[in-house]
């Protein structure tokens, strides 16, 4: 992800982090595809000691509040990981207007790839206070609130509202608070 103008330079810091697909195009209208997403989540918080405190997907993009031993080093492996999944399930569904999107978006210099499915970059954002922690994690439960889709944050199935209310979520989480 070396084309990005934001650096982490405290990699086993907690972040704030937000994944676009390229031109936010709507992969994550299907629950399959969210799922490729909650699955290398869950994977990472083994192979990279990945800490998950919040999370929200929505149909075009993703934000988490995450650390592990080197944040870089994670988010490329999920990114590349989730790439490569998301175009084989659109491949084996036969969604040929999101893959055409896919291809005809892709940036110039990815010569090696027919497709392109993230945004360049993640726009890590460390998080150095709790107070900067608490903001970002209500922001991301209430992302679904603020754009209409649900009236309450727990109501959104793929977020991790739920589990800062009590509530067992999709995949379990670093609970802040």
């Not at 929200?56 to 080197?70: I, K, R, Y």
């Not at 999920?78 to 040929?96: G, H, P, S, Y």
């Not at 790839?113 to 900067?132: A, C, F, I, N, R």
Request: contains cysteine.
């Amino acid at each position: 992800m070396g084309r990005s103008r934001y650096k982490i330079y405290e990699p086993t810091h907690p972040h704030f982090v937000t994944c676009t697909i390229l031109h936010w195009i709507p992969i994550f209208t299907r629950k399959e595809s969210v799922q490729i997403v909650l699955d290398c989540l869950e994977f990472l918080k083994d192979k990279d000691n990945l800490k998950i405190y919040a999370y929200v997907v929505l149909e075009n993009h993703l934000h988490l509040v995450v650390q592990s031993d080197d944040l870089g080093k994670t988010m490329e492996s999920f990114k590349k990981f989730t790439a490569k999944k998301i175009l084989e399930m659109l491949k084996r569904e036969n969604v040929t207007t999101i893959l055409e999107q896919l291809a005809f978006y892709k940036k110039a210099h990815h010569k090696d790839k027919s497709h392109q499915v993230w945004e360049e970059g993640y726009q890590p954002k460390l998080l150095q206070t709790d107070e900067m922690m608490i903001s970002k994690i209500k922001y991301i439960h209430e992302n679904p609130v603020k754009r209409g889709y649900v009236d309450e944050s727990i109501h959104w199935r793929y977020s991790s509202a739920r589990d800062y209310e009590g509530i067992e979520g999709l995949i379990e989480i670093s609970r802040f608070w």
